[in-house]
């Protein structure tokens, strides 16, 4: 209801006007070759279609403005459309939240999603779900963009033309006949992994329909080498999960467990929760962390080495020779490392210590990027240091189709060899996504029927016979798995907007020759899932989002088999030798593998490392670009076996010396207007062999430059405490070292104080301890604000919108330097700068100690911007809203306003989300309770980093927390008091580890040095 | 040397000045009252697709607002009834009138009648009906007396200043809960009268920061 639909229709550009129905073809194609011809070749083209002259436009629309500019006197006429029939449970105004589940690869995310009238307006975690426990991470969040994307496809093509279903759905069933005829021989399908019951059954199905067949999964970036390891130490595929709440000594090989692991929403909640700074008691964890790139994991290590990803191995059986010589008895054989790598001995020494004397509470994990070899070891070592204390659970994964490289790539030398005549392609890209040696586009060339299903018409649909549109998970019936073995199903929450058909139907189709309805498959399957009253448990599942009865698909491992992997002496430690650098491939925080490009949130979002938007430079370490003379932006020809990709360069320190980081997933040329030509198509240096990692790359400097924009040097907030640190033992013996840590003159304030009598005070705690850097805060907050997008150029420029960034600093040396994370949203202060300066009190403070903004009063000009210390306010330079398509308007959150042009806007404390606990608690005549109001970015944050609440009240958790000894304001000592505070990073070394300036907060430590 | 100019033409100057004087002040009074939201949209009575009477509804007949108007207690919006709410009575009363016409057609074809919207805050405005009625704010005091239009029009200016007034002083606005669409209830009852069952009137504490009302 109360839609707005102006019958004396307005309009605000000639291009509106002329699109509407009536005045069709009255733009003006003045500068086209046609009107260009017909004005000077009368007659030339006179079969042209309808064409007004110049001279006809030209009244007509002075007519319109005339008529126009009267209407602008009066109030615009406004329609309010009720329902006919109201639907059940409806009313509109209240926004509604069902819950569903995102299928990403092996894992699925329980969700749960706002809907304003019947449109969803924004996703967060499903509190109850245990794959997200109420928190998100980025790509989570943006993917309700992902839905309304005008970009996505629309249609069904036949090639290259316009189609129907209809016409697939009788194309099919002839291929579908004939395979019936040959038993399947010939047809093929590579579709993505998946982790669901309905999958799993209709792949089933398809097989013993055509026995021949094959339904392989290829993923460019998959946790294929840690079920391989597993199943090499266990004797079945099973995904490790890790208790990192219990565990006290952690480390990790190459593995980026807070960042791009599988289950890293889960890890990242559980690694915050033991690691609070206590100071009575000894829990907080201690992370070491060995890696080539510097993840955000590497940011949060107590002791971080840097070593290429090729010598992990090397580095592993290292630390098993030292956990030998600790008397831990290792059952199988393994090898000693007779390679010696140039690192400090010390630290392996320190680290086997160290795990064995907290024996039952230590913990190793190792990445996806490292080869089976790695996770079987990994699998055993923490097995012998956990006999008590199970801290890894072995899921099975019973409905699970594991992405596979051998049977893929056994296949693509089927289909090379012309024996494949159909071959279906599942929601995968393989012509963008395959590794370079294999050529996709060349191979598959030969084949007959090549069908595409998926999202957008990207670069395999260009080259497929059909492409059919793919249904978002947000509007198609489907379900998951997650990987602790919790069932989900997955519900629409808005009928297909382009209509596409979901995964569940299409595969149907694809087992049963005729196209059927997603509702009666997935609900065939849960008929054998739950098992009595299927009418009560099936809407009992949909209402919660999972399956309570779910038990978890625990293994019991059992490690015989590894005994003989062991024997065959699997390993790599005599590894190449080659001289040259090494290459490393990283999936990226913002596309994933290239599936996210369009999506210009994620686009925007800056890498929560290089601080990069909109590109994918390689990032190499200090000395390296030392030695080859490089600095941000010069281009470099990389040279893998062949395969050459010049590209730019981005200094980033703490990535190991020797080590390239290449990140995955830009460089898209066929994915929609936003993603396209966005950064550069690394996937054509990757090779099937060495996916991962690979040793003598060549790199040459080609001497060019490439404009590289990047958040954090507009916002340097250089040679300030502003991320205070502090290690256990130093914090233990001066608690307060934080507010400690800048002296000042008592402050006075020149200005009247705001009368600060409301009912509430508001205020916000950020705990740098846990913050890791992942920027969900951010998305969650242009998903929930109606944030806008500025592109490459606008944040070269430093218009970039996002009311919360996360700065990142660097401190230390180069090479091993410590990298910091310091989220930074308007911090409300009591005495507020941006306030003083306004000539048209647009920004005033409200007696709950909010700093608002008042869009209405805004002039624009920036005086608040310019005297905000904290340069937290964003300033909208052009109507970004103004062009933006129809179905994107959807998304807008309807409580918030739509900010338009010359307007300054910053970060609210959520005030839509404060005033609605507010009037309801006025309803039911109650205070607002604590908790009760969740701000965006603490909802979605997975490690709790950030509290709101109530200041006044001295039992809510906000006030709790700014009791915390570690609690500091960020420039206090201009007395702007800020409502926003910050808790001191704390950081847990080896003693064993540390020089004895470790002792002194990081701050004083740079004072030090510098004076 | 004779004067070219006669004496009088001393006085120009200063007729003039009251003369622009005059202009400007009737200007800054024509803009200041037609320009008001009081001038501009009070009296807003458009034409509605249906000539559906309020005062035969709400007034003849006695209909509860809530009747129709059925969620204003729990939504920020007062929803418009669906068409299945009319027809509940006019699928039996009425049910060949002409006037009746677009509303059968509305349920006959499922398509929805376009109401012409008469009180509109604006968009970066979120007033909220729910929390209004429950502080004991009726229907009458944005408005007015509906059980008397024929068809609806705008009784009050709905401008900022004209919301302050009540959020600095809504004593004299508020009622008891029963009384919430009560048209013939007198304001000036209260606080004599208690506000609910309870002994003391709930305390309502109405925002006048920009923050109430503006996100």
Sequence with gaps: ?1011 | MAQIFPRWTNKIPLIAALFILFFALTAIAFVWYFGSPRYTDVGYRPQQPIEFSHKLHAGDLGMDCRYCHYNIERSPTANLPPTSVCMNCHGIIGANSEKLIPLRDSWKNNSAIPWVRVHKTPDYAYFNHAVHLSAGIGCQSCHGRIDRMERVMQSQPLSMSWCLACHRNPDPQRRPADKITDMNWKPTVFPNEKLTSESEPKKVNPPTDCTGCHR
């Design chain 1, 1 to 1011: 209801m109360m839609k707005k639909n102006n019958q004396d229709r307005q309009w605000r550009s000639f291009r509106e006007f002329a699109e509407s129905g009536n005045n069709a073809h009255v733009e003006p194609s003045e500068f086209s070759d046609e009107s260009f011809l017909k004005e000077h070749f009368p007659g030339a083209i006179e079969s042209a279609g309808d064409f007004v002259s110049r001279r006809s436009f030209l009244s007509l629309m002075s007519a319109s403005l005339a008529l126009a500019g009267l209407a602008g006197c009066r109030r615009p006429v406004e329609k309010i459309i009720p329902y006919v029939i109201p639907p059940e449970e409806v009313i509109p105004g209240v926004p509604q939240y069902y819950a569903t589940t995102m299928p990403f690869g092996l894992q699925s995310f329980g969700l749960i999603v706002e809907t304003h009238e019947g449109r969803p307006t924004k996703i967060e975690g499903n509190k109850d779900h245990p794959s997200t426990r109420g928190l998100a991470d980025p790509f989570i969040l943006a993917s309700i963009l992902e839905l309304y994307d005008p970009d996505r496809s629309q249609k069904v093509m036949n090639n290259g033309s316009v189609s129907d279903w209809s016409d697939f759905d009788s194309y099919w069933k002839i291929i579908f006949d004939t395979h019936l005829a040959d038993r399947g021989k010939g047809l093929a399908v590579i579709g993505s992994s998946f982790n669901s019951p309905t999958l799993h059954h209709l792949r089933r199905r398809f097989l013993d329909t055509f026995p021949e067949a094959h339904w392989i999964a290829y993923e460019p970036i998959s946790d294929e080498n840690i079920l391989r390891g597993v199943e090499a130490a266990t004797g079945e595929p099973q995904l490790p999960e890790y208790s990192f709440d219990r565990a006290r000594i952690i480390l990790s090989l190459d593995c980026d467990f807070l960042g791009s692991e599988t289950g890293a929403i889960k890890n990242a909640a559980n690694f915050a929760r033991s690691r609070y700074p206590d100071i009575e008691s000894n829990a907080m964890n201690r992370l070491y962390c060995v890696e080539g790139n510097h993840s955000i994991t590497g940011a949060m290590a107590d002791h971080r080495l840097a070593l290429p990803p090729s010598k992990v191995e090397i580095f592993l059986l290292m630390l098993i020779d030292g956990l030998k010589r600790l008397d831990l008895s290792l059952p199988a054989k393994i090898p000693s490392a007779d390679i010696t790598i140039e690192f400090d001995r010390k630290f392996v020494e320190v680290l086997a210590a160290d795990l064995f004397a907290n024996k039952n509470h230590a913990l190793i994990c190792a990445g996806k990027t490292q080869p089976p070899t790695v996770h079987a070891l990994v699998c055993l070592l923490n097995s012998l240091l956990n006999p008590e204390n199970e801290l890894v659970r072995y899921n099975r994964l019973p409905y699970a189709l594991i992405p596979d490289t051998v049977a893929f790539n056994s296949l693509m030398t089927q289909i090379k060899a012309g024996h494949i005549s159909t071959l279906i392609m599942l929601d995968t890209n393989l012509a963008y996504c395959a590794p370079a040696d294999i050529d996709f586009a060349q191979a598959v060339a030969g084949v007959r029927n090549k069908i595409h299903f998926g999202t957008y018409y990207d670069e395999t649909a260009a080259l497929s016979n059909w492409h059919l549109p793919a249904a978002h998970y947000l509007e198609s019936w489907g379900d998951a798995v997650s990987i602790d073995g919790v069932r989900s199903v997955a519900q629409p929450l808005i009928a297909p907007l382009y209509g596409g058909r979901s995964v569940v139907e299409i595969a149907a189709q694809l087992a049963a020759g005729q196209p059927e309805n997603g509702y009666e498959i997935v609900r065939r399957t849960w008929r054998g899932i739950i098992e009595d009253s299927f009418e009560f448990n099936w809407r009992k599942v949909l209402h919660d989002g999972f399956y309570s009865e779910s038990t978890p698909n625990v293994a019991r491992p059992d490690f015989t088999p590894l005994g003989k992997y062991l024997a065959a002496e699997p390993f790599s430690s005599a590894p190449d030798i080659r001289h040259g650098l090494e290459l490393t491939f990283i999936q990226s925080p913002s596309t994933y593998d290239g599936r996210y490009a369009n999506l210009s949130w994620l686009q925007e979002l800056p890498d929560p490392v290089t601080k990069i938007t909109w590109d994918n430079p390689a990032r190499i370490g200090a000395a390296l670009a030392r030695n080859l003379d490089l600095r941000d932006g010069d281009m470099i020809a990389v040279n893998n076996q062949g395969a050459v990709l010049e590209l730019p360069i981005i200094v980033t320190p703490g990535i190991a010396d020797g080590v390239i980081v290449i990140e995955l997933g830009y460089g898209r040329t066929a994915v929609g207007r936003v993603g396209n030509g966005v950064g550069f198509n690394t996937f054509r240096l990757r090779r099937s062999q060495d996916p991962y990692f690979v040793n003598g790359v060549a790199v040459a400097k080609t001497g060019g430059r490439y404009k590289l924009v990047c958040t954090q040097e507009h916002h340097s907030m250089k040679g300030r405490p502003l991320i205070r640190q502090a290690d256990l033992a130093y914090f233990r013996s001066h608690p307060e070292f934080a507010s400690e840590m800048v002296e000042h003159p008592p402050l006075k304030s020149l200005w009247k104080e705001p009368e600060l009598t409301g009912d509430y005070q508001w205020g916000m705690v950020i705990d740098l301890n846990s913050c890791i850097g992942c920027g969900a805060c951010t998305i969650a907050c242009q998903s929930e604000n109606n944030i806008p997008v500025v592109g490459k150029e606008g944040v070269a420029r430093g218009r970039e919108m996002h009311w919360i960034r996360v700065d990142r600093y660097f401190s230390g040396s180069a090479d091993s330097p410590d990298m910091l994370f310091m989220p930074v949203p308007c911090q409300h202060c009591e005495n507020a700068p941006c306030e003083q300066v306004c000539p048209v009190q647009a920004t005033v403070h409200d007696h709950e100690g909010l700093n608002a903004m008042v869009y209405n009063r805004c002039v624009g000009t920036r005086y608040c911007s310019n005297n905000c210390p904290y340069k937290v306010r964003r300033f909208n330079f052009f109507n970004y809203t103004k062009s933006m398509p129809e179905t994107l308007k959807m998304l807008q959150n309807p409580d918030v306003t739509v900010r338009s042009r010359g307007v300054m806007e910053k970060c609210t404390y959520c005030i839509q989300r404060i005033n609605r606990a507010k009037i309801s608690a006025k309803i039911e005549n109650r205070r607002v309770s604590d908790g009760e109001i969740l701000t965006a970015c603490q909802q979605a944050c997975p490690t709790n980093a950030i509290t709101f609440g109530d200041i006044s009240d001295s039992a809510s958790r906000v006030s709790k927390m700014k009791s915390d000894p570690r609690n500091y304001e960020l420039l206090a000592e201009l007395n702007n008091r800020p409502r926003t505070s910050y808790l001191a990073r704390i950081k847990n070394p080896n003693p064993a580890l540390v020089d004895n300036h470790d002792t002194i907060p990081l701050q004083r430590q740079d004072e030090r040095k510098s004076s």
